[in-house]
Nanobody, 129 residues
Framework: QVQLIESAGGLVQPGGSLRLSCEVS????????IAWFRQAPGKEREFVAA??????????YYGDSVKGRFTISRDIAKNTMDLQMNSLKFEDTGAYYC????????????????????WGQGTQVTVSS
């Protein structure tokens, strides 16, 4: 059984940084395309970043609102995926979810929630002064 367990989020000031981690169990991470989504109160879940596997490496994709500030990565040896968030803004506040897809969808489809089979429980990130 595949499970995704996220690390705790936190409270950070605007301009600060935070790193989220998600541990995948039950199957090797190399078998998945992975992503992060987030959901602010009263809003729909939003695509943040994705890593599409290709050969021994892969390609990364980002939502427009986080491009240049966030970085998605994976550690195959540890079976973990991370989201490094820099230059945080108030509007980055929300619940963050890691996700994994066993299907090799095209990159545009990986921006959709429907592409993912497995989800973490969500972790809260609050950007506040």
């Amino acid at each position: 059984q595949v499970q995704l367990i996220e690390s705790a989020g936190g409270l950070v000031q605007p301009g600060g940084s935070l790193r989220l981690s998600c541990e995948v169990s039950g199957r090797a991470l190399s078998n998945f395309n992975i992503a992060w989504f987030r959901q602010a109160p009263g809003k729909e879940r939003e695509f943040v970043a994705a890593f599409r596997r290709s050969g021994g490496g892969g390609m990364t994709y980002y939502g427009d609102s986080v491009k240049g500030r966030f970085t998605i990565s994976r550690d195959i040896a540890k079976n973990t995926m991370d989201l490094q968030m820099n230059s945080l803004k108030f509007e980055d506040t929300g619940a963050y979810y890691c996700a994994a897809s066993s299907s090799n969808y095209i990159s545009s489809y990986l921006r959709r929630e429907q592409a993912y089979d497995y989800w973490g429980q969500g972790t809260q990130v609050t950007v506040s002064s």
